[in-house]
């Protein structure tokens, strides 16, 4: 099994040995592509998942600091707290890249930028960059994608 998310065009396909390839639309950074610590771009190359999180929560649950809030978003809940922005919702797959200088360690490592794969509300727009620098999807889009894949799935960011 393997993950690749391809920025230019804005999906995220899940190879599966043996079984149909899947493919989802997604967002990512608004700023475009980018390592550096604090830039807010998305990372390029490669990656694995090191960390699956908010498995059995319900669509649309709230995960702030990764861990779930006990709410489940919803336009009222937004309006409440207008400045929380890019919502993490749904599920979490933190991603930690294994390219050492350009995606691991120092200040370009993705993990301690907490790059992840994660759920966002329906409103947000799939298929244009508009993400602080992880890859968002749709809520059922992105429960899907956790059920399928496993802690050590190998991720490749592409430009193209």
Not at 45 to 72: Q, S
Not at 134 to 141: F, I, S
Request: proline share 5%; net charge negative.
């Amino acid at each position: 099994m393997h993950i690749n998310v391809r920025i230019a065009s804005q999906t995220l396909e899940l190879i599966q040995e043996g079984k149909e390839d899947i493919l989802y639309s997604v967002s990512t950074a608004s700023k475009g592509t980018g390592q550096q610590e604090g830039s807010w771009q998305t990372p390029l190359g490669k990656h694995v998942i090191r960390a699956k999180i908010g498995e059995g929560m319900p669509l649309h649950a709230v995960f702030v600091g990764r861990r779930f809030t006990g709410e489940v978003y919803s336009p009222d809940l937004q309006q409440q707290y207008p400045e929380r922005k890019d919502w993490i919702l749904s599920r979490i797959l933190w991603l930690s890249g294994l390219e050492s200088g350009f995606n691991r360690l120092g200040d370009v490592d993705t993990m301690r930028r907490y790059i992840y794969i994660h759920g966002s509300p329906d409103s947000a727009i799939m298929g244009e960059p508009g993400s602080r620098g992880c890859v968002r999807m749709q809520g059922g889009d992105m429960i899907d994608l956790f059920d399928r894949v496993l802690p050590g799935t190998t991720i490749d960011i592409l430009p193209e």
